[in-house]
């Protein structure tokens, strides 16, 4: 049986998964469509819902509800959800396994394998974030794609010919922005840009302004309860959509809130031109964007044969004609912005599965990485120079090496740091890992170390150097996402999340109309069991002799009914380890 990858779009408000099969891209369906809200949350029970059941939820339990997490990846933020704490990682995970489930469920076998899709303009923080996402979520993520890279597939597949590309891609909460070269079956990416925290969520906020600003201003209410603000950001996201298509949208929240003693109804009717004059500075640093990776690409517009669109904000009707106005030519849209990045994933996947399909890759890395050193830097001495290895729009993977010489006489160590940035300051760039070489020969300053630069196709990051006389080496992968231990951490967040979403029957829980009572009991039964072992775990330092024992053996049985699924042998077993703790605790 031929091995089957897929290809998944983990989006900030929508996430998709695909697989070539029979010659042709399959977008997967879950219970609600091809398009499964990046919502995660806990109903009244403490089951894990995700997709639309979430994303319904929101509007009445916002404090119980994740949204957007894309924005948070590769930062050090938690996330909390039915009073424990997550990294953004583990909140993304639980969106990937529903995918997982639905392509499970559609294939009939299991999925093991996956190409996911990451913003060009990623770092590499965030690109190992969402690589342990999908680990965590139980698969083996074969590689990462750039997503204006993967649309770009699906657009091109097939067709012959030299052209000029330009992709504007502007999802939910991040924006991208590449200019490719189609070259018969080649595609080259030869330069991008972008924004990471600049999408559709931040033309919601917008429109959000506008009507707390219309309560204020025109009803006197100046304090708008979390619940009526979810109602709120519920019903702009949906006035959005309209307004792309109608020149009008109405919103209306009947209910909304009490005001002196009275119900208070929204409504509130909004003109497109009005929106577009909302959001038209956040369109302004697109198009400039835009021009700098022109820029970047050494071309001017009239050099641009093609404009793709991807993601859904490009539905927005002033970004179409602010682009024909600047290019002179007409965006293409024909492909659902929605789909088409997960398409080209799985086209990706397809290839390296082995598949027929047409199209070779060449990327590049959107960022440029080098190390410190001593130096000038705007006409002055400075011990932080930057020096850079891999230079921005570079096609990779690829590999760089630069000597550095010690600076003293008998020198021991030296200490490597890392940065990604494009300032001849390193300390004005960022800093993403750094390790020391220590031991060095002794002798005078100036002994040769050799650093070396590898940047793989995911975009993933490896240095070394290397004491040039000795061979005397050390390495570093940029994988300081998860704290401590990295293999410990992911394997303590692939139990979280199973452990969450595991006991879930059916379709996980997309949505809790398919869900019987007794699966919302089993995964309330596992968030309990979960609380259990933690406080068991917790008294394991201060119990001696039988108790002690007694509780090792309660915690196995626990975790063994867990693995089993088996919901009376977990029943029985937290009833023994409740009473013990009973004991221990009083």
Request: aromatic share 6%; charged share 25%; net charge negative.
């Amino acid at each position: 049986m031929d091995e089957v990858i897929v290809g998944i779009d983990l989006g900030t408000t929508n996430s998709e998964i695909a697989v070539w099969q029979d010659g042709r891209v399959v977008v997967i369906e879950g219970e609600n469509g091809p398009v499964l809200p990046s919502y995660v949350g806990l109903d009244d029970e403490g089951g894990i819902l995700v997709g639309e059941a979430a994303r319904n939820q929101y509007t009445v339990y916002p404090e119980r509800t994740v949204k957007s997490v894309k924005r948070l990846m590769g930062s050090d933020t938690s996330v909390s959800l039915g009073g424990q704490e997550y990294t953004p990682q583990e909140i993304s995970a639980l969106i990937v396994r529903q995918l997982k489930r639905s392509a499970e469920n559609y294939l009939g076998r299991p999925v093991e394998k996956a190409v996911i899709t990451v913003p060009a303009f990623f770092s590499d923080v965030q690109r190992q974030a969402t690589r342990e996402a999908g680990e965590i979520a139980g698969l083996e993520v074969v590689k990462m794609i750039n997503e204006p890279t993967a649309a770009t597939l699906v657009y091109e597949s097939g067709k012959s010919g030299g052209r000029n590309v330009l992709v504007y891609d502007l999802g939910g909460g991040t924006f991208d922005v590449s200019v490719v070269r189609m070259e018969d079956e080649v595609i080259e990416v030869v330069a991008s840009h972008g924004n990471n925290a600049l999408g559709g969520d931040d033309f919601d906020a917008r429109l959000v302004e506008h009507v707390t600003g219309f309560l204020r201003t025109e009803e006197g209410i100046t304090d708008v309860p979390a619940r009526a603000m979810a109602r709120i950001m519920r019903a702009v996201e949906d006035a959005k959509k309209t307004l792309s298509v109608q020149p009008f949208a109405t919103i209306r929240e009947e209910y909304l809130l009490e005001q002196k003693g009275a119900p208070f109804h929204l409504e509130l009717e909004i003109s497109r031109q009005e929106y577009e004059e909302m959001i038209e500075s956040f369109i302004d640093e697109t198009l400039e964007a835009v021009h700098l990776v022109l820029k970047d690409a050494r071309m001017v517009a009239s050099e641009i044969d093609e404009i793709l669109l991807v993601g859904g904000s490009t539905r927005t009707p002033l970004i179409q004609r602010r682009l024909e106005h600047d290019f002179g030519i007409a965006p293409r849209s024909e492909i659902d912005p929605d789909l088409c990045v997960a398409s080209g994933a799985a086209m990706q996947a397809a290839m390296i599965s082995g598949s027929r399909v047409q199209a070779v890759l060449v990327d590049v890395t959107p960022y440029t990485f080098g190390t410190s050193a001593i130096g000038e830097v705007d006409g002055e001495f400075s011990v932080d120079m930057f020096v850079p290895l891999i230079k921005k729009n570079t096609p990779i993977p690829v590999t760089r090496s630069e000597v550095f010489y010690t600076a003293v006489h008998d020198q021991e160590a030296v200490e490597i740091k890392v940065y990604q940035g494009e300032n001849a300051n390193a300390l004005d760039n960022i800093e993403v890992g750094s390790f020391r070489v220590e031991g060095l020969r002794k002798g005078p300053a100036g002994q040769e170390i050799i650093a070396t630069f590898s940047l793989d196709s995911n975009g993933i990051l490896q240095v070394s150097a290397t004491e040039k006389k000795t061979g005397l080496q050390k390495k570093i992968t940029i994988d300081n996402v998860l704290s401590g231990s990295a293999e410990d951490a992911l394997d303590r967040a692939r139990e979280r999340v199973r452990q969450l979403f595991g006991d879930v029957p059916g379709n996980g829980g997309e949505n809790g109309e398919g869900e019987d009572a007794a699966g919302q009991e089993e995964s309330g039964d596992s968030i309990r069991a979960q609380q259990l072992l933690a406080r068991a775990r917790g008294l394991l330092d201060t119990v001696t002799g039988d108790d002690l024992e007694d509780m090792v053996d309660m915690i196995e049985s626990v975790e063994a009914a867990l693995a089993a699924s088996d919901s009376n042998a977990l029943q029985t077993a937290m009833a023994d380890l409740e009473d013990l703790l009973f004991y221990l605790e009083n």
